[in-house]
């Protein structure tokens, strides 16, 4: 960083695999929450503005909680994923110009098809490759986002000079299973999906049920929101088309 002397850092390295961090819970603060203190300090240096990705998974101890949750309201993870980007999150606020933005369930397309395991949507078409049905959680609220979308908003709040925390996902809000079901049918896939309970569904890790993010303060500070989350599903499977033709061609 001496070396590039940059304006803004945008941290996008982070430890993702919520279920493993329950397991190695130090490893997992190391990369979400001490790294990130050590570039705090390192933008302070160089008078240069953080730009930390966090989580609607700082939420969700709450459990009756059913409204969007907004920059104000008080956190409280339910896994150590959650507490990690927490720390994270207050670790990037002792750099003097941040930017904290908090997002949901990121996902993007890949110029060399989907990984299982890299994000939902690409898990869902690797899947797609050998099964007929797919059974997904369809209690858990939340709205996952296209990643083209979340940049063009940490962007547009640059370039406003905005400062502190943010939410900013995609548009409207859903659960996994409509997630999926969205996603199979703009791709043209013939997939039976079976909604299921989060009990029917155990991970190492709980999730939160309830992780909706209220934008309206990213409305405020750069005039527009983000797209709905269906658009980012039609842009996503758009890239992926080389992928669905050569899937096709298999089948």
């Not at 406003?160 to 925390?165: A, D, E, T, V």
């Not at 659960?175 to 299921?196: K, N, P, R, S, V």
Request: aromatic fraction near 8%.
């Amino acid at each position: 960083m001496a070396n590039f002397r940059p304006d803004v850092v945008v941290n996008c390295a982070a430890w993702t695999d919520v279920d493993a961090a329950e397991g190695s819970p130090e490893a997992c603060v190391a990369v979400n929450a001490d790294a990130v203190r050590v570039l705090a300090a390192s933008c302070n240096e160089l008078n240069a503005t953080l730009v930390q990705v966090s989580t609607d998974y700082v939420y969700g101890v709450r459990e009756n909680h059913v409204t969007p949750y907004s920059e104000n309201d008080v956190a409280g993870p339910v896994n150590v994923y959650g507490a990690s980007k927490l720390a994270g999150e207050e670790a990037a606020s002792q750099a003097r110009k941040h930017l904290t933005i908090r997002t949901s369930g990121l996902y993007a397309a890949n110029d060399h098809g989907p990984v299982r395991g890299r994000n939902f949507a690409d898990t869902m078409l690797c899947l797609a490759a050998d099964k007929r049905l797919v059974k997904i959680v369809n209690d858990q609220h939340c709205t996952p986002s296209f990643i083209p979308h979340v940049a063009d908003g940490i962007l547009n709040l640059l370039h406003n000079k905005s400062n502190g925390l943010f939410h900013v996902v995609n548009n409207g809000s859903t659960t996994w299973y409509e997630f999926a079901h969205e996603l199979f049918q703009t791709a043209g896939i013939d997939m039976t999906t079976q909604g299921i309970t989060t009990d029917e569904y155990p991970t190492a890790a709980p999730r939160p049920r309830f992780s909706l993010l209220n934008t309206n303060k990213f409305v405020a500070s750069t005039g527009y929101s983000l797209p709905h989350w269906r658009t980012g599903i039609a842009e996503y499977i758009e890239s992926m088309k080389p992928y669905l033709l050569r899937m096709e061609r298999v089948a």
